[in-house]
């Protein structure tokens, strides 16, 4: 036999002897959306136009919730999760890393969100977040959350809209440059209004209405996430928690997905 035959058919022989070529990695299974079956503590009425028309619920989380049953929650229609990572530029949440691992191994889609401090310059607040939120291909946006905090012994200041938006696009540009995703903004009625934030153009919205459908209280204004309470009663959490809607189908929120 010619030799380099012999080397081909002995090569063969090898492969078939030990079962052929090692198997490929499978493509990881299709997310599937679970219909939520949530409680709520204080419901609304929401005049023919409430959450559950919209089909993919989840919640966004702090170690105020203590600790979740990932695997239960996500059972009961937890189909992504928004978790507060940092706040200002020297605070972490204490659960977050437990919670990033946590969701993940049971299969939510989970983000994290930075609790913004407007007496703070929003580049050292980018940094902080890089510094601290894992980079992840699976994960869903960078989140900033944006609203006016009285209650802080430090930073109850109000600034011009001007500034706030001016300062929103910093920490917003920063951590699309430092994840290649474009971030989402979180904030209220009042905060929005105030600011005029509607200017911040090519901007996506997760918006605070818990008392009216998003359409009456940000007239005009297109959100990808609606937060509809604060009050939600979830399977796998022993306290209450801030409950949201996708904005799309399920379809819509599949393909969205990393």
């Known amino acids: 036999m010619h030799i380099g035959l012999k080397i081909l058919a002995l090569a063969l022989l090898g492969l078939s002897a030990c079962g052929g070529p090692p198997a490929q990695p499978e493509a990881p299974a299709a997310f599937t959306v679970t219909a939520p079956n949530f409680g709520e503590s204080h419901p609304v009425d929401w005049n023919g136009n409430p959450p559950s028309s919209h089909p993919v619920h989840g919640i966004d989380i702090s170690v105020w919730q203590g600790e979740v049953d990932w695997r239960r929650a996500r059972a009961n229609g937890v189909n992504f999760a928004f978790l507060k990572a940092t706040e200002g530029g020297d605070h972490i949440d204490p659960a977050f890393l437990q919670n990033w691992r946590a969701a993940q191994a049971a299969g939510v889609p989970r983000g994290a969100y930075h609790f913004f401090y407007h007496c703070r310059p929003a580049a050292e607040q980018a ?22 905090t009285p209650r802080s012994p430090t930073c109850r200041d109000k600034r011009p809209g001007t500034t706030v938006r001016s300062e929103a696009r910093i920490f917003l540009d920063a951590v699309q440059r430092a994840y290649g995703k474009r971030p ?61 809607v996708f904005a799309g189908s399920a379809a819509a929120y599949t393909d969205w997905l990393p």
């Open 127 to 148: 940094r902080w977040y890089i510094a601290h939120v894992p980079r992840s291909a699976q994960a869903l946006p960078p989140v900033l959350d944006m609203e006016w």
């Open 184 to 244: 989402i903004l979180y904030t209220t009625v009042d905060f929005y209004t105030e600011n005029e934030l509607w200017k911040l153009s090519g901007t996506d919205f997760w918006l605070r209405s818990v008392a009216a459908h998003p359409s009456d209280s940000f007239p005009g204004q297109h959100w990808l996430f609606w937060q509809y309470s604060g009050t939600g009663q979830v399977p796998g959490i022993g306290t209450a928690t801030d409950l949201n």
